[in-house]
């Protein structure tokens, strides 16, 4: 008898080999490309850490939730890069991907819930996490520029579009300042 859990285990282990889509069109070799996984590992240890440092009045749970559960959409829906379909599309198939996996657990509707919450960016909880997933990518262009993977402008620029709060702003800025000095 195969337990629901160990299906969900198989599936969200999918997230430990897929790569970050954008960073192997970029030139990164598949043995330094970020996984899903590691992304995901990433975004909810930002959202710890700055919740914490600037924002406290922000859920911290539902953070960490939403920042662990936010790609499972890709499990079966792969990373799509932007362009490749319209988002209603990637939304469509992502949530497809969600149902597939959540709905098998006892707390799968409460799950889908919080990646919903994510997907429609209407809560505050929700849009500080769309920034740090963002943010995320910003820090990880950094690592790989300081490794030297060459120029990776275009994701500090990606970053730059989304973010709003000063305080993850400032992140940004000093990450560009590393960039100068380094160049």
């Given at each position: ?123 505050a ?10 943010l995320?990518?910003?820090?990880q ?43």
């Amino acid at each position: 008898e195969s337990l629901p859990i160990i299906e969900v285990f198989y599936e969200f282990n999918h997230l430990k080999a897929l790569y970050r889509q954008g960073w192997l069109r970029h030139g990164i070799s598949k043995e330094h490309c970020e996984t899903v996984a590691e992304h995901t590992l990433g975004v909810a240890l930002l959202a710890l850490f700055l919740a914490d440092e600037h924002f406290p009045e922000l859920d911290k749970g539902k953070l960490i939730l939403m920042g662990l559960l936010h790609d499972f959409g890709e499990i079966y829906a792969g990373d799509i890069v932007p362009g490749k379909m319209s988002l209603a599309e990637k939304h469509e198939l992502e949530r497809k991907s969600v149902e597939r996996v959540f709905l098998r657990l006892p707390k799968g509707r409460d799950y889908l819930a919080i990646w919903q919450e994510f997907e429609e960016s209407q809560t505050a909880e929700a849009r500080f996490m769309k920034e740090i997933d963002r943010l995320e990518m910003g820090l990880q262009a950094s690592v790989y520029e300081a490794e030297g993977a060459g120029d990776l402008a275009v994701f500090f620029d990606s970053a730059d579009k989304a973010l709003v709060t000063p305080e993850l702003r400032r992140i940004l800025a000093a990450l560009r300042k590393l960039r100068a000095q380094n160049s």
